[in-house]
């Protein structure tokens, strides 16, 4: 029996007896408490930290959201805090699911908005169903096959005499015939680890209509053999003009077997979890909306690695990284993403921002644009911050934008106030006309 318990970004999760579980605070069984205690602990020589014990009784969840089920049967499912106020579940959700989909370029095959809005369930069964939307109409335009070579021992000949086995046959035996021959099967790479990723749905699903096509699709793929080896058939998966209608449900079996998680735990049992850390996840939604977005010839780039701090001894020190760089004409501009709440009518308190960003930009700003041209500082858009802060002048030609990324639409607020290469059509996808003008 599978029990279900929604949180968000930095809940407390606890053993204790709680009045009732809200978004912030709630009781997991002792068994779950340990499980992610372990899991915690075993992830953190890689430098990933799920959560943070307070003590026997409470822990703290980081930034990671997705879910996480462990072997006693308890799943977890974190929800973005995208904003202090209440948290609607449904809505969550649905971001949660627009901004894996748009960061991780995923086709999502929905009939529209309605469909997205109807189908409010947790993560996992999201990502199930999508896999399995893929894999039908995959399977409706047929499964590719490929020749198998096969040897064997036969009475009656077909294929090739294999000459040098047959002259090897003992008497006796003379009359059998050392064959080889191609058999043509659907047993390939890309078969398999769509026959593991679909026996993994049918023992994971809790929903009917899932799990009715779930077991559909697993027999019509009974001839296909599971995935001995996932990495190496995913390394064998062809990509050609035969294979085309294969790249759809591809990045979905992914998901399914955790693959492209940056935290996969489906090895240490048989679960499905997806945890997706939000500082990374909120840059790549960015990133891909603003690509769409730009003007032509403009190219963005993404975690570009060309300068460095200083140098030491003939080597570089302290690799410079911005989340994004974009150049275009001979010009470039630097933009860092940053998973975090800002309150734009809080001037006293520095608007809620870390002077150690602005550190950080302003050693972009010297290394990147040599100390003249703009830069921006990406926030979430909320209702305490729904406009751009005036500019920021580290001196007369270097200046610093803070802008609010609107979540709901993937567009960023009043880009068009900047100089950055944007298109800034009233029917753009990526960017708004400026409402207001901050002077």
């Known amino acids: 029996m599978t029990t279900n318990v929604t949180v968000r970004e930095y809940a407390r999760l606890t053993t204790a007896p709680l009045a009732a579980n809200t978004l912030d605070r709630a009781q997991v069984s002792a068994t779950a408490f340990e499980w992610l205690c372990s899991l915690n602990a075993e992830l953190r020589p890689s430098g990933s930290s799920l959560l943070q014990v307070e003590d026997r009784r409470w822990l703290r969840l980081d930034n990671y959201v997705g879910v996480v089920e462990t072997p006693c049967g308890t799943r977890v499912e974190i929800l973005p805090k995208h904003d202090d106020g209440t948290c609607d579940v449904s809505k969550s959700r649905e971001l949660l699911r627009r901004m894996i989909a748009g960061a991780m370029d995923l086709p999502v095959r929905e009939v529209g908005e309605t469909a997205l809005q109807r189908f409010d369930s947790p993560l996992t069964e ?8 893929a894999l039908d109409h995959l399977v409706k335009r047929g499964v590719r096959s490929d020749y198998v070579r096969v040897e064997a021992e036969e009475r009656h000949l077909r294929g090739q005499l294999d000459a040098v086995r047959q002259m090897r046959q003992p008497l006796g035996r003379q009359h059998f015939f050392q064959i080889r021959h191609d058999i043509f099967l659907p047993d390939r790479a890309e078969n398999r680890l769509l026959k593991q990723a679909v026996e993994l749905v049918c023992q994971q699903t809790q929903n009917p209509t899932s799990w009715r096509l779930a077991q559909e699709l697993r027999v019509l793929l009974q001839d296909v053999p599971r995935s001995a080896n996932v990495a190496e058939d995913f390394k064998r998966w062809r990509t050609d003009r035969l294979m085309a209608h294969y790249q759809a449900v ?24 997806l945890l997706f850390p939000m500082e990374k996840l909120f840059e790549r939604y960015v990133a891909a909306r603003l690509q769409r977005g730009l003007v032509a010839g403009a190219r963005l780039t993404t975690q570009a690695s060309r300068q460095s701090l200083c140098e030491h001894d003939g080597a570089t020190m302290f690799q410079l ?22 309150d734009g009518g809080n001037k006293a308190g520095a608007y809620g921002l870390s002077q150690a960003d602005f550190y950080q930009l302003y050693a972009y700003g010297q290394k990147y644009l040599a100390g003249k041209g703009e830069m921006a500082l990406i926030y979430p858009r909320r209702p305490a ?5 005036p ?4 001196s007369a030609d270097l200046s610093l934008w803070v ?9 960023l607020v009043d880009g068009a106030m900047t100089s950055f ?8 996808v990526g960017f708004t006309i400026p409402s207001v003008a901050i002077h």
């Open 126 to 133: 999201w990502v199930i169903a999508q896999f399995l939307s």
């Open 250 to 273: 591809k990045p979905w079996c992914e998901l399914v077997l955790s693959r492209q998680m940056p935290v996969s735990v489906v090895g240490r049992w048989h679960g499905i979890s």
């Open 321 to 342: 990284r911005p989340d994004l760089l974009i150049e275009h004409a001979g010009q470039r501009w630097v933009l860092d993403t940053k998973w975090k709440l800002v």
């Open 385 to 389: 911050f729904l406009h751009p802060l």
């Open 391 to 394: 500019a920021f002048r580290f």
């Open 403 to 411: 802008l609010p990324f609107d979540l709901e639409s993937g567009r």
């Open 421 to 428: 290469p944007l298109r800034i059509d009233p029917g753009d």
